[in-house]
């Protein structure tokens, strides 16, 4: 799949309490460009990469993925859209602990159409491998170390092969030699694929890694910084 | 008729049931002659009544046809609930308690006519139980 | 449609209610898990709270084993009073309580009774249709067994050919039921009465030969001794039933030196003359009853009381049915997490709503199979009491009442699962994915 640009316009995200958690009146990321979201805890980082995977639906305004604006769609085509076009990335991993590392990493092929199951367990061996872990594929993920988990959790993002990888805070559980691993590998494999990577982090040196540097504070873009 | 040459039926009655189900219908069977006569069964409707009796087991209650039941000189045969019966299979109808049915009975070589009240359904005994005529 | 269903065999209308009664959670169970494969995940994640998975299929478990050990023991217990009556066709006895005497006569729970006089008996056992009309005279026990006098032709009546020895051949020999407290060879003297109140040495100084034992009948006559009329009699004191100097055994008795019997068995030539003969006794001064009437009209009576206790039984399932459901809406906020991952990295609403259907079915079916288990493993265990006790061969087997019992709790609870599926995934993705 063609890696789709990103265009999000009068974005707005308003609690129930009626707090505006997210002000974006407009925001465009090109195909293939690498993003760092920064910004105090409360500045309305993770609710603006939850409102570009779709997990939160924004109170107005678009969010416009390759043409396509996701705001309005029902929540199965939401899911149907991360499951073809993105790959979430989560500061704690969210694995299952009674399946293998193969298992979670191929996790999408449990509710993918049976078509595509093989393709993605396959995918999904491919990127343990490419992350070190190639042959610990059949271990029960409760043996494997934090960095080891979030690689884990990286092949699963990729397995079905998205376009786009969004991830949140994905170093902040790592210590500092797993954390430079892991965030070159993600630009790496961003750079490789032509992938969006869009990352909320409070982790300097993987902001520093990003192509572009954009800051919040109080659900407003403060800054935005390129190279 | 329902006495002739000292024979004679009473207390005919049965449960009320709804169509298609079996009735089982009790009564008095008396003979006052001086001769041995053979209950053999009856019809009700031109559909036939069997004699059937009671049996109890494991596999829980069993009614038997019988060829027939001689109904000694002077005495008198008691059709009740758990020993004797005379059985009209698949009852066209529903019988409504308080209503009654037309039977016909054959005691030796005479048919007698026999008005069956129809009582509460699943009644172990005839209304009049437990006070004679 | 009707007559269709009435024309089946029994067995088939059985495995087609079940399986009618199955079919509901079947058809779920197709239309929620149709072209998905969430199993895998589903073992996942009762591996991972596999204690509270277990707590709960334990729950469900006992509660179904409760429900089908009830209706096995109590049909158990019918089917078992009946087959010890199976053999006492007709009884007749002096003017009374049937209850009483069906107790006496059948279960050998003796009490006081009325007699039947010589003449009487000699007009029973002499009444056109009687193959045998055996007395049964009890009163008299040893080490609690009951010591009761009858005839030979009886023995063989009630238990076939002996599984040991030979029959008792004069008045002072005794056969052995099938697990009474004495051996083929032994002798001994009769105590007056039973229980407590026996008389040890009432009878002292009057001994009985064992020759022979039964082959159990699976009745209280299997812990009893039976013994010639005869012998009663002359233990206590009374003419013999036949004229002095005479030492034989067994009819015919004369009619005015026989000394009376509590009970006559009568087993009737032909099936119909059993009911010409209770028509025939059944007059002033005798009573004749067919035990089974007596114990269907007691078990019609118990019917109500069955009918109460299967109506508590499906209740108590409904209720169970009920915790189970709640129960599963509280389990559903233990995997919620996994749950909104699955949703998160893009499942559809219809494959989240599959993982928590598939694993509320597998707890249910689990806990109901294993409750079917414990139900038969329950049932036997109190029948197996219930026989020592009583003598009574109850044999609780599970049967299609149960499996219907069983099927319909399954159907309905695997439908009702489908509230925590719905609820699942009405929850809010981000809190439970942040939880």
């Known amino acids: ?227 | 008729m329902s006495e002739a040459n000292g024979l004679r039926v009473l207390h005919a009655w049965t449960p009320a049931i709804t169509q298609g189900a079996d009735a089982l219908i009790y009564m008095d069977v008396e003979n006052t002659s001086a001769a041995e006569a053979m209950l053999q069964g009856g019809t009700a409707m031109d559909a036939p009544l069997d004699l059937v009796g009671f049996s109890y087991g494991t596999s829980g209650d069993t009614w038997t046809v019988l060829p027939g039941l001689p109904v000694p000189a002077g005495a008198e045969v008691l059709l009740e609930p758990k020993v004797l019966a005379l059985r009209w299979q698949a009852v066209p109808m529903d019988l409504v308690e308080g209503a009654e049915l037309e039977v016909m009975v054959k005691v030796g070589a005479e048919v007698l006519e026999a008005h069956v009240e129809i009582g509460a359904a699943g009644a172990t005994a005839h209304s009049h139980a437990g006070h004679g005529h | 449609m009707a007559d269709l269903w009435a024309n089946l065999p029994p067995l088939a209308q059985d495995i087609l209610f079940a399986l009618l009664l199955f079919c509901p959670g079947l058809i779920a169970g197709a239309v929620v898990l149709r072209g998905l494969r969430p199993l895998p995940l589903v073992g996942a994640m009762l591996r991972r709270f596999a204690p509270v998975n277990l707590l709960f299929v334990a729950l469900i478990a006992v509660s179904v084993g409760l429900g089908v050990g009830l209706l096995a023991q109590e049909r158990g217990l019918r089917q078992g009073s009946a087959q010890a009556a199976e053999k006492f066709d007709l009884i007749v006895a002096a003017p009374g309580s049937e209850v009483t005497v069906m107790l006496a006569a059948v279960y050998l729970q003796a009490s006081d009774m009325a007699l039947v006089t010589g003449p009487q008996y000699a007009e029973i056992a002499g009444a056109k249709g009687v193959a045998l009309a055996a007395p049964i005279a009890f009163g008299d026990s040893h080490l609690g067994a009951p010591v009761v006098g009858t005839t030979t032709d009886f023995v063989t009546h009630l238990a076939g050919p002996l599984a040991e020895g030979r029959l008792f051949a004069t008045a002072s020999e005794a056969v052995a039921g099938a697990f009474a407290p004495v051996t083929v060879g032994e002798t001994f003297s009769p105590a007056h009465g039973h229980g407590a109140a026996a008389e040890g040495d009432a009878h002292a100084g009057f001994g009985y030969m064992v020759t022979g034992r039964m082959a159990p009948t699976g009745s209280p006559w299997d812990r009893a001794i039976l013994v010639p009329v005869e012998g009663v009699w002359q233990v206590h004191g009374l003419s013999n039933g036949h004229p002095p100097g005479e030492t034989q055994i067994g009819p015919p008795f004369a009619p005015d030196l026989m000394p009376g019997t509590p009970a006559v068995l009568v087993h009737a030539t032909e099936l119909w003359a059993n009911y010409a003969l209770k028509s025939q006794f059944t007059r002033g001064d005798l009573m004749a009853f067919f035990p089974g009437t007596v114990l269907s009209q007691l078990h019609g009576l118990m019917g109500d009381i069955r009918t109460a206790m299967s109506v508590m039984a499906v209740l108590t399932q409904v209720l169970v049915t009920l915790s189970v459901v709640i129960g599963l809406v509280i389990l559903v906020r233990l995997i919620a997490r996994s749950l909104a991952l699955l949703r998160a990295i893009g499942a559809p609403l219809r494959f989240v709503f599959a993982v928590v259907w598939a694993y509320s079915a597998a707890l249910i079916v689990t806990g109901a199979g294993l409750g079917l288990a414990l139900g038969w493993v329950a049932a036997r265990a109190i029948s197996g009491v219930i026989t020592a006790r009583t003598d009574v061969l109850v044999r609780a087997a599970l049967s299609w009442p149960e499996v219907h019992l069983v099927a319909g709790f399954v159907s309905l609870t695997l439908i009702l699962a489908l509230l925590p599926g719905w609820l699942a995934v009405r929850r809010p993705l981000l809190a439970d994915l942040r939880n």
């Open chain 1, 1 to 227: 799949m063609a890696t789709p640009a990103l265009l999000v316009e009068g974005l707005r995200v308003i609690s129930r309490e009626g707090q505006v958690l997210v002000q974006v009146d407009r925001l465009a990321v090109p195909a293939g460009q690498t993003v760092a979201l920064r910004g105090a805890s409360g500045a309305g980082k993770s609710t603006l990469l939850h409102a570009l995977s779709g997990l939160v639906r924004p109170t107005a305004g678009r969010v416009v993925w390759g043409g396509h604006d996701i705001a309005g769609l029902t929540e199965d085509a939401r899911a149907a859209f991360r499951r073809q076009t993105l790959g979430l990335i989560f500061q704690d991993c969210h694995l299952f602990e009674e399946l293998s590392a193969q298992g979670n990493a191929a996790l999408i092929s449990a509710f993918a159409p049976r078509a595509d199951r093989a393709a993605l367990r396959d995918g999904a061996a491919q990127w343990l491998a490419a992350l070190g872990l190639g042959k610990a594929g059949s271990r029960a993920v409760d043996s494997f170390s934090g960095g080891e988990r979030q690689r884990i959790a990286v092949a699963r993002a990729l397995a079905a092969g998205p376009p786009v990888i969004l991830a949140d805070e994905p170093t902040a559980a790592l210590d500092r030699t797993n954390a430079d691993t892991l965030g070159a590998d993600l630009v790496a494999l961003a750079a490789a694929g032509g992938r969006t990577l869009i990352t909320v982090t409070h982790d300097a040196p993987l902001a520093a890694r990003m192509a572009r540097t954009i800051t919040l504070a109080d659900g407003r873009i403060v800054e935005d910084s390129h190279g």
